[in-house]
C-alpha cells in the first residue's frame, strides 16, 4: 500500500546543482541564470541561422 506522505514528498522534492566560480567558491545555480543563458543560446542559435541563411 502506498504511503500518502511518501507520494507528497516524491512531488515536493526540489532539484538544486551550483557551478564553481574562478575563485573556487560554489554557487548556486537560479532560475535567472538558467534563463538568461537559455535566452542566449535562442540569441545565438538565431543569429548563427539568419546568418547562414543569407548565403
Same mark, same amino acid.
Do not use: F, W
Given at each position: 500500500?502506498?504511503d500518502p506522505q ?5 512531488y515536493n522534492?526540489?532539484?538544486? $546543482? ?5 575563485? $573556487? ?5 537560479t532560475?535567472?541564470m ?7 543560446l ?5 543569429g ?8
Amino acid at each position: 500500500m502506498n504511503d500518502p506522505q511518501q507520494d507528497s514528498d516524491t512531488y515536493n522534492c526540489t532539484l538544486t $546543482g551550483s557551478v564553481i566560480d574562478r575563485n $573556487g567558491e560554489e554557487v548556486p545555480i537560479t532560475e535567472d541564470m538558467i534563463q538568461q543563458a537559455c535566452e542566449e543560446l535562442e540569441d545565438t542559435s538565431l543569429g548563427k541561422a539568419n546568418a547562414d541563411s543569407k548565403h
